[in-house]
């Protein structure tokens, strides 16, 4: 019979515009928070981390925004590209063990 | 190039098939995982290996059977599969386990493709 997959919500952004990506996690005592990206056929591809007290870091073109209180992370995307379209996926984790969320699918509109 | 190859890429194999899963890391990593990612599920962590030895089974059933003969090499022994372990499998690696000021963060391997009939 048919398979029924995860149901990944989508964000669709129009090229050169901000994207955020959000996530909810479960558990307040993790340690430190990754997002992960991944394009079709590949394996995921680590993009920017946070530890656990930190609220907000930065790298090239993304921002992550952590939301203790809330248990709540964000991705923020500048002058998002076509290249940036895959499955985003916020991870969790505590000493090495990561637990990773349902993903997020950005796809850029040219 | 992520520095973590998997072979094969893709696999069908029959319910009572052996088959085996291989990955190489070529970063010097010491800490090796296996990890599951199907059509109905988040990534889901299956087994982790710490300077060759097993740190982690994620309550994995025994016909998936891990293998670690050094820190750079990582196999996935395959027997007696049931149509709904079809799944990409992802093998990653990173420089430790994570703890102290490590993230753990993870180098990924492009997966191999696992189709069960």
């Known amino acids: 019979g048919e398979s029924v997959g995860l149901h990944l919500p989508t964000l669709s952004v129009q090229e050169g515009d901000n994207s955020i990506i959000n996530c909810a996690y479960s558990?307040?005592?993790?340690?430190?928070f990754i997002w992960y990206k991944q394009e079709s056929g590949k394996g995921p591809q680590f993009i920017i981390d946070i530890r656990s007290n930190m609220d907000k870091r930065q790298g090239q073109r993304v921002t992550v925004l952590l939301n203790k209180t809330v248990k709540h992370l964000s991705l923020q995307i500048a002058a998002t590209q076509p290249g940036d379209s895959a499955v985003y996926f916020c991870?969790?984790?505590?000493?090495?063990?990561?637990?990773f969320g349902s993903g997020t699918r950005l796809l850029v509109r040219p | 190039e992520t520095g973590v190859t998997q072979t094969p890429r893709h696999l069908v194999m029959g319910m009572t098939n052996k088959k085996s899963l291989k990955c190489e890391q070529h970063l010097g990593h010491n800490a090796m995982y296996w990890y599951k990612q199907s059509a109905k599920k988040p990534l889901e962590l299956m087994f982790v290996?710490?300077?060759?030895?097993?740190?982690e089974n994620n309550s994995v059933p025994s016909r998936f059977s891990p293998e670690c003969p050094n820190s750079s090499h990582l196999f996935l022994h395959l027997h007696t599969l049931q149509p709904e372990d079809s799944a990409l499998y992802l093998c990653?690696?990173?420089?430790?386990?994570?703890?102290?000021?490590?993230?753990?963060?993870?180098?990924f391997g492009e997966g191999s493709r696992l189709t069960v009939l």
């Open positions: 558990n307040s005592a993790s340690d430190y």
């Open positions: 991870a969790e984790g505590s000493s090495y063990k990561l637990i």
């Open positions: 990653a690696s990173s420089q430790d386990l994570g703890t102290g000021a490590n993230t753990g963060e993870l180098f």
């Open positions: 290996y710490n300077f060759k030895e097993q740190t």
